[in-house]
Structure formats: structure tokens, C-alpha cells
């Protein structure tokens, strides 16, 4: 599906791309009032941004989307790649959620990432996706890892 890019959107997603908190939760708070396809938009955003802050408000905001939209799954893939650890965490966990399993190649080439953490999150989001549990990915940080409202009903 080809949806053309409004540019005032993606003027206001732009503005994103900083390391101040307060700023993206107001800007977030002004992009969800809008009716639009966000992973599109953020997917398209994140090449632009420079803040490793804001490329992780983008991941971060598209995993609930990561089973539904292949433009999240996308940002996932493209994230895991990310010069900043805590962004490739947020893309591990997208893809952890996603479940789909051809997620998996993309996530055994950081297995071997120099930054040990990178690893260890790529093995837990491919042992999420092969035991289609994305709670796994959690593991030794929480019992449960509840994304959307459904998944405080599931184990998966």
C-alpha cells in the first residue's frame, strides 16, 4: 500500500527528533490526536533523525504495531542496525513482539555485535519468536510484558 506523505504530519513527526522528553510527549501527545498510519510516517522519519533519543520514541511507539503494520516490523529491521544501543534494544523488542519468524535472520547478524548487550538482546527476541512468546524477551527484567490489553489475557 502507497500513502502519500502529508507533509504538515510529517513536519510535526520532524519535530520528534529531540533529546528533550518534555517536547516529544508534547509532540506525541499532537501526533495520536490525528488519524493517521504512524508507522508509515515514523518509518519514513527515522533515516532524517539525528537524535538517537528520538529515532528510540519512534521504535519505541511502534511496537504495540509490530504484529499488525509492516511498516513497524520494517522500523524494526532498520533499527536493529542503529549506531546507539538503547535503539537497537527498542528494535530487538519490536521485533520480539512481532513474532514473525522472518525476523529472525536480521536478528542472528547482531548476535555477534560487538556491544554485548546488542547480542544478548537479539538472542532473546529470536528465542521469543521461535517459542511464540514475546513475554521471553523480558526475561530477568519482568515476569509479563503486557504491550497491548490483550496481552494481560495471553501468555503470547
Known amino acids: ?6 507533509h504538515q504530519i510529517m513536519e510535526l513527526v520532524k519535530r520528534l527528533d529531540t533529546s528533550k522528553t518534555l517536547e516529544q510527549d508534547e509532540i ?10 504512524v508507522p508509515y510516517y515514523f518509518l ?16 519505541f511507539s511502534c511496537i504495540k504495531h509490530a504484529r ?7 522500523l524494526g529491521i532498520l533499527a536493529l542496525n542503529d549506531k546507539a544501543s538503547l535503539v537497537r534494544y527498542r528494535a530487538a523488542a ?9 525476523a529472525i535472520p536480521y536478528l542472528q547478524k547482531n ?12 538472542e ?8 511464540k512468546n ?4 523480558m526475561k530477568n527484567r519482568a515476569d509479563r510484558w503486557i504491550v497491548n490489553e490483550e496481552d494481560a489475557e495471553t501468555k503470547k
Open 44 to 59: 519514513n522519519a527515522y533515516p532524517l533523525f539525528k537524535k538517537w533519543q528520538g529515532r528510540i520514541h519512534l521504535v
Open 94 to 102: 519490536l521485533l520480539a513482539y512481532s513474532l514473525r519468524e522472518d
Open 1 to 6: 500500500m502507497n500513502i502519500k506523505i502529508d
Open 68 to 74: 499488525i503494520s509492516e511498516n513497524a516490523f520494517q
Open 134 to 137: 514475546h513475554h521471553i524477551f
Open 111 to 122: 548476535l555477534l555485535h560487538k556491544d554485548l548487550q546488542t547480542a544478548k538482546d537479539s
Open 28 to 37: 506525541w501527545f499532537e501526533i495520536k490526536k490525528k488519524e493517521i498510519d
Open 124 to 131: 532473546r527476541a529470536i528465542q521469543a519468536i521461535q517459542q
